[in-house]
């Protein structure tokens, strides 16, 4: 039975667990529940805290888990990156009071406060900067009206927890971040791995895309699957008008009112979309 390790709260669990219920997996009703069994698709949830994840994962105890890139970088064990999952985007970023830093190479010999010690030194170390990394657990934009930190390295969503402390952002971003499946790397892969995998690959095709109908005169199908490739091709069925065919594709979800402008302009009729749910590619 494959163990999946699964974030306990927070946005990134919802977001995890709505993932895998479309990958027909069953998921908790109850948040204070910590280990879900489902035999039918032989594959077993435990739900912990993100940042401990990847040490679960990384000993071997259990096979995979989701959780944030900068928390499984940050926990720097033995595992590596299976997928990226689509959600949970953020930004790893320096800042400090506004004024006074422009580039990281002023970082050196700085007092930086981080809640990512791991995934800090690792930068720092790359681009040959010494600095002092003072590790909190929290609010470490505080850090630096505290005399803790001469600046802090954060995760930055918005900004404006930092244009209220005071502090601006500066420097390249140290790390994109979002929700990933891990394994443990050097092994093999467990049984019932391909089939989350695939799974999981089938919602975040059908999150990106929807299905288009629509009919179109013969002399116009060259063009109008231009505009609607496909994955592969179209499929093309015959009408009764012998001078009309049915087109069928899947488009791009954020491209669809752009296509369906294009396709009557182009003299497409009855122009349909619907969801796809679930899809093997």
């Known amino acids: 039975m494959l163990r999946v390790a699964v974030p306990n709260k927070g946005a990134l669990s919802e977001a995890a667990s709505a993932m895998l219920a479309e990958a027909g997996y069953r998921q908790r009703r109850d948040p204070r529940e910590l280990v879900l069994v489902d035999p039918e698709n032989e594959i077993e949830f435990f739900f912990l805290r993100p ?30 990156e299976l997928m990226q999952l689509g959600f949970g985007a953020s930004t790893f970023r320096f800042a400090g009071p506004v004024g006074d830093f422009s580039s990281v190479d002023e970082l050196e010999g700085r007092r930086l406060a981080t809640s990512y010690e791991g995934l800090l030194n690792d930068y720092l170390a790359a681009r040959g900067i010494t600095a002092s990394v003072v590790r909190l657990d929290g609010a470490v934009e505080s850090s630096v009206r505290l005399g803790v930190a001469d600046a802090i390295a954060d995760v930055v969503e918005t900004g404006n927890t930092l244009r209220a402390a005071g502090m601006e952002i ?57 505009l609607t490739p496909g994955l592969e091709s179209p499929t093309i069925s015959p009408l009764r008008d012998s001078d009309w065919v049915a087109v069928r594709a899947m488009v791009k979800r954020n491209r669809t009112n752009r296509i369906m402008d294009e396709l009557y302009d182009l003299g497409a009729r009855a122009i349909l979309v619907s969801t796809i749910h679930a899809c093997r590619i």
């Not at 799974?199 to 929807?210: C, D, E, M, S, T």
């Open 51 to 80: 940042r401990d994840i990847a040490v679960y994962v990384g000993s071997g105890t259990l096979d995979v888990g989701i959780t944030g890139r900068d928390l499984f970088l940050d926990a720097q064990v033995k595992a590596e």
């Open 170 to 226: 500066f420097g390249e971003p140290i790390l994109q971040s979002e929700a990933v499946l891990i394994g443990r790397s050097g092994v093999d892969a467990p049984a019932g791995l391909d089939v989350l995998l695939r799974r999981l690959q089938g919602v975040l095709v059908a999150r990106q895309y929807v299905m288009m109908d629509y009919d179109i005169r013969t002399d116009l199908v060259d063009r109008a699957a231009a």
